[in-house]
């Protein structure tokens, strides 16, 4: 397919689902009350406008909290990129800190540390910007009412 060496493997599987995250929005789909598709389709409602009205609102935290793990998975996958990608331009941080260990000789072990600290960044903003989603996404899954 001429992916090997493209970002296009990391990225394009990612579009079809993991089974945690099926598992997670479909839990949490199964916490909303059934009287509320009933309203809906008793006002006139097609089943795409109840769940474009209705459900996909209610799960927001569900797909926020799905995204936060994705993403945070993805930024720390280190097997993937061993296998598809060849040009160090293109390395994910994980993949750069274990190459930038020397284990037959001295490491900078002060910029390693740095760069592991920078590493860190993008994935604590996320965490700190969206921690309110979260916390409800993980907080209401397993909740049945």
Do not use: H
Not at 93 to 100: E, T
Not at 113 to 142: D, R, W
């Amino acid at each position: 397919m001429g992916w090997v060496g493209s970002y296009l493997p990391l990225i394009v599987p990612q579009f079809f689902g993991q089974g945690f995250f099926i598992f997670l929005n479909i839990q949490f789909i199964k916490g909303i009350p059934y009287d509320l598709d009933e309203a809906a389709r008793m006002d006139g409602c097609s089943i795409y406008s109840i769940f474009v009205r209705i459900i996909l609102p209610l799960i927001k935290p569900s797909l926020v909290t799905s995204a936060i793990f994705s993403f945070m998975w993805r930024w720390d996958d280190f097997l993937s990129a061993l296998l598809y990608l060849s040009d160090p331009l293109k390395y994910p941080v994980s993949y750069a800190l274990k190459m930038f260990s020397d284990p037959t000789a001295g490491s900078d072990w002060g910029a390693m540390f740095a760069m592991a600290t920078l590493s860190l960044v993008p994935i604590f903003l996320i965490f700190l910007t969206m921690q309110k989603y979260l916390v409800e996404g993980i907080a209401s899954t397993g909740i049945k009412g």
